[in-house]
């Protein structure tokens, strides 16, 4: 019968080290299986949706509350025209707004992701993914391939939406499908600023708070709405540099084939792929490092 | 309740050594050392704040330790995370299953998580949820399930990929005492199939239930450690409270009681009462020969189990005491007989 010791107490001779003859299991994971976790967790987020489709509530609404908003309240006085013209200056000034609202919607589906990855990473369930054999990143990866498709879905029932309200692309529809798409390709880089922000900041509130105050001098200051050339000069310079002017002027000369095309679409995609090279390592690393 | 150990050759399943870590002044583990063999099962017993949290969440490698090292299963916690992280179950403090989830969809998510294939996942789950009477529950949201059910999926998450060591971090902490006696029953199975648990409770009653071996820790330090059946023979199987009719005999009664050989005797003044460690059955009938004798008027006299404060109390107190009471290590027959010897 032994007794029992009473700390402090000096460590026993450590037990003869056993013979681990495993090999790298475990160790480094290859490409295959981290498409499968990914895989796993991407399901975990679209059963998430199906049970609960309230959750793709602002996807479905944003699109159509501001199309239907702007088109009704805005179009009729756009370009100074008189109550004669208002039909005609709605129909241009619908066609001008549908390509900015998909450049305004890559900006406030990538927000909401901030709040979610707060929420989700302070729950029990993260601490079983850390402790599990997967790479970290998986997680991150997943949530963002579950939101490019809700930003895919809010894109298309803006254009439907579009459509129903007059939109006429006279027939450019594989320039349609290029503006979606450098648009999707833009909302993925945002969301990784977002899930960045999410990880970084301490409460849901805080991310909230944030987020709004930068995205909304981001979406008002761009040609998303009006054209940048009545504003003040100060004001255009700043339209200048947000990337949302970009991404909208890019989307309007694919679809309404007017303007240069080329100048745009090459600062969109500068700003898309400058973002995820800088912001999606941090935003790893931020998320393997956090306890 | 105590295992034969005859799986794994006494080797450790997991080894700490001098594990550290602090919150800025807050010292939550503070030099750790222990060993859980193969196939047993270690309980860490503590207060709140004790450290307990932190410890396993180190040797899960949620957190990296400030100094120190710790192996599980073989494998460095911060030097070899992966292949640990492969064979280690964790069931957390709080529920870590997704409430928007079926129980169903949690399991099979974790299967293809831990590499199953998607019938392999599928069926591994209905196992699972068979094996923790939780197959009529499979396709309700989490959400709707009482505790006792989100405690099970837990651990039946948790034991998805046949861990070889499984953490379970307060396991019935907060539940009602039906619900609690589900999951020690679900508990003890799986500590029956022979695998190696880590535990931590604040309850000795747990530990006790559930464990072969203690660490009692406090504020980051371990305070003891040893087998369930040595350290009750030090705090007592059970603590008999006796409070005297008349409050001026409680010193003298304690004096008689440790004359007796009752060393873990202890009088609290602001309740009135003695506190007596009973390590048999034999003492007990011994104890109320005393009064007898003495003839005391006895306003109450009851027994319960130690609670964590009269554990804590014993432990410590005892370290002292035992320097003037002779040499230790006389273990429960030695105190008992020699209780009985002075009594006769
Ligand atoms: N992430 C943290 N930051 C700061 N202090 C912490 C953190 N985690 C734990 N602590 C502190 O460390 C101590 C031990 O905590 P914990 O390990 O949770 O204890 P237990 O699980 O035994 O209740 C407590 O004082 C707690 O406040
Ligand atoms: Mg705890």
Known sequence: ?291 | MMRQDTSGHGRNAVEVRGLVKHFGDTKAVDGVHLNVREGTVMGVLGPNGAGKTTLVRMLCTLQLPDSGTATVAGYDVARQPRPLRRRIGLTGQYASVDERLSGFENLYMIGRLLDFSRSGARQRAYEMLERFSLTDAASKPIMKYSGGMRRRLDLAASMMGNPEVLFLDEPTTGLDPRTRQEVWDHTQQIVAEGNTVLLTTQYMEEAEYLADELTVIDHGKVIAEGRIADLKARVGQRMLVIRPAVPQHLQHLVGVLTHYGLAGTVADEAQGVATVPIVSDEQLSGIVRVLGYYNYPIADIATHLPSLDEVFLALTGQKTDSQDAGPPGSGPQGAGSGYQEAVA
């Open chain 1, 1 to 291: 019968m032994t007794t029992p010791t009473m700390a402090p107490q000096t460590p026993t001779t450590a037990a003869p080290q056993r013979s681990r003859a495993r090999g790298n299991d475990g160790g480094r994971i290859g490409l295959r299986a981290n498409l499968r976790h990914t895989g796993a967790l991407a399901r975990r987020n679209a059963v998430q949706i199906k049970q609960h489709p309230e959750l793709m509530m602002d996807s479905l609404m944003i699109p159509i509350v501001f199309t239907l908003l702007f088109v009704y309240v805005f179009g009729g006085a756009m370009g100074g025209g008189s109550p004669e013209s208002a039909s005609e200056n709605r129909d241009a000034y619908t066609n001008y707004l549908v390509p900015g609202i998909m450049a305004m919607m890559s900006l406030t589906m990538a927000m909401s992701v901030g709040t979610g990855i707060n929420e989700d990473s302070r729950k029990g369930i993260m601490d079983r993914f850390r402790a599990m054999p997967i790479a970290r990143a998986s997680v991150l990866v997943a949530k963002c391939l579950v939101e490019m498709c809700r930003l895919l879905l809010s894109l298309v029932v803006l254009v439907i939406v579009g459509f129903l309200v007059g939109m006429d692309i006279e027939g450019r529809w594989m320039e349609l499908g290029a503006a979606m798409g450098l648009t999707l390709f833009f909302g993925t880089s945002l969301l990784w600023v977002f899930m960045l922000m999410g990880l970084t900041m301490r409460t849901a509130q805080a991310v909230q708070g944030v987020s709004f105050l930068v995205t909304t001098p981001l979406q008002f200051g761009s040609s998303v709405f009006v054209p940048t050339d009545t504003m003040p000069a100060w004001m255009e310079t700043f339209t200048k540099f947000n990337p949302l002017t970009h991404v909208a002027d890019a989307n309007r000369a694919l679809t309404m084939g007017t303007g240069e095309v080329a100048n745009p679409v090459m600062w969109a995609v500068i700003w898309s792929v400058g973002i995820i090279a800088v912001i999606m390592p941090l935003a790893i690393v931020r998320f393997r490092k956090r306890t």
